[in-house]
């Protein structure tokens, strides 16, 4: 039997939910939105030029979309399997590696962009 496709409305609304379920079951994702909006009202108060802003942008969002990556990779994962496995442990353990280059990253080039306008 052939699959149909879903309409791009129903993808949007789907990749809603999952964003929705995110923010609302996991711990780590909260906090990412909770340090998303302390960047934006920073960014508001020390008056970011456009490419501040973009760099601000692309880096909370870089870090959401990790975030959201590392959790399905975990569900996926616990899935496959409910019984500790080396190579269940290495692809989590990766992931959120990920996730902390990708913080990181975006708290260093916050410190740089942010700390010159509160100087």
């Given amino acids: 039997m052939k699959k149909r496709k879903r309409s791009m409305l129903r993808s949007f609304g789907c990749a809603a939910e999952g964003i929705a379920t995110g923010i609302r079951e996991e711990r780590n994702m909260k906090i990412h939105c909770a340090a998303a909006v302390l960047v934006a009202v920073a960014g508001a108060f020390a008056g970011l030029t456009r490419m501040e802003w973009c760099v601000c942008l692309i880096l909370c969002g870089m870090v959401l979309a990790l975030e959201?990556?590392?959790?399905?990779?975990?569900?996926?994962?616990?899935?496959?399997?409910?019984?500790?496995?080396?190579?269940?442990?290495?692809?989590?353990?990766?992931?959120?590696?990920?996730?902390?280059?990708?913080?990181?990253?975006?708290?260093?080039?916050?410190?740089?962009?942010?700390?010159?306008?509160?100087?």
């Avoid at 590392?70 to 590696?97: F, I, Q, R, S, Y």
């Fill in 68 to 119: 959201l990556v590392n959790t399905a990779l975990e569900a996926v994962t616990d899935l496959v399997t409910e019984e500790w496995k080396p190579l269940a442990k290495k692809a989590k353990d990766l992931a959120a590696g990920a996730v902390l280059i990708g913080a990181v990253t975006a708290a260093a080039a916050g410190c740089v962009i942010f700390i010159p306008h509160f100087l």
